[in-house]
């Protein structure tokens, strides 16, 4: 079982994208109470696979971080953060136990964060010093696309090795068809990029050649645990009370939800008839509740952002 532990929905940023300024609810970070309940049901789950902490931003509490760190047994920690607080201390205290550090930065201006890029330069080239293969994850909106490409080839310019890029869940394009052009031409470029790692196009070729199926079920393979110990299946469903499944004191209560949503796991209706359906991820329940918020549909920039990730994974299986 994988956990998501959010520390905290509080940030000290003010990202225009930023999923908990969306959800609209209560901000509010882990108690000691809590922290020591979250370890305990983790513990008697004896189940950890990877253990990701995660926020708002969860260094605004570096020792709720740490005591998690060093009181679960996991096979992995991965800590997501927006890098302005790292300090060379924590990022070498985690070194020292191999626990991962995602670090988001959206490349050449990070005026959609709010963030100083000088800062996030100085911290990321901190952080590759000690972890070299750091994810960084960038975050492109409507307004950024057209400087996708530019904005890689900046972090790969860092020392860079991986990088992870999204889409601005709630993004709703003026013009789709536009929009769609300009996605396909940056992701083509992106292909292209020699000795970088994309998650998102080596995360399709993989399940292409695999043959892999996503599967989206209800606290099954995933739990995310809120800052006030209550259990759900995923960061969108936070406080929506349909879909709670427990609490860290009185454990998993997941059939109730799982009957309640049979259509949880389905794929999109808009993907009915397509012919890549087969590959599409859509199915995933966090991303329908995110563009659309409903489970049955996803919305059209994340179905664009779909076909042209896997028409570039095809592309590039062809080609190798």
């Known amino acids: 079982m994988d956990y998501t532990i959010s520390i905290t929905n509080k940030c000290n940023l003010k990202c225009s994208y930023c999923y908990e300024r969306h959800l609209n609810t209560e901000y509010g970070h882990i108690s000691t109470e809590i922290m020591k309940n979250i370890a305990n049901f983790i513990r008697q789950q004896n189940n950890a696979g990877t253990i990701y902490l995660f926020g708002g931003e969860p260094l605004l509490y570096m ?79 409507e307004n950024t696309l057209p400087d996708l490409y530019n904005n890689i080839i900046y972090l790969k310019n860092l020392g860079v090795k991986k990088v992870s890029a999204a889409m601005d869940a709630f993004l709703t394009p003026e013009n789709p068809n536009t929009f769609g052009d300009i996605l396909r031409e940056q992701w083509q470029k992106i292909a292209e990029i020699q ?55 009185s454990g998993i209560e997941s059939e109730k939800a799982r009957k309640a949503h049979p259509d949880y796991s389905m794929v999109s209706e808009r993907c009915s008839g397509c012919e890549i359906t087969e590959y599409c991820r859509n199915s995933c329940a966090c ?11 996803i919305s059209e920039a994340a179905c664009l952002e779909e076909q042209v990730h896997i028409l570039t994974a095809l592309e590039l299986i062809s080609k190798a």
């Open 195 to 249: 000795e970088l790692f994309v998650y998102e196009l080596a995360v399709k070729i993989n399940n292409i050649t695999e043959n892999k199926h996503s599967t989206c079920e209800i606290c099954k393979k995933k739990i995310f645990i809120n800052w006030d110990g209550n259990i759900y299946p995923c960061i969108q469903f936070q406080n929506i009370s349909e879909y709670r499944c427990g609490n860290v004191l």
């Open 63 to 141: 020792d709720t971080v740490k005591y998690f760190c060093e009181n679960i047994n996991a096979k992995k920690f991965v800590i997501t953060t927006n890098g302005t607080l790292l300090t060379e201390n924590f990022i070498r205290w985690c070194a020292d136990r191999k626990v991962i550090i995602n670090m988001s930065h959206d490349g050449i201006k990070c005026t959609e964060r709010g963030a100083d890029t000088s800062l996030l330069n100085a911290n990321l080239k901190l952080l590759l010093k000690y972890q070299p293969d750091t994810l960084v994850q960038l975050v492109y909106t």
């Open 287 to 297: 991303r329908k509740m995110a563009t659309t918020g409903t489970l049955r549909n």
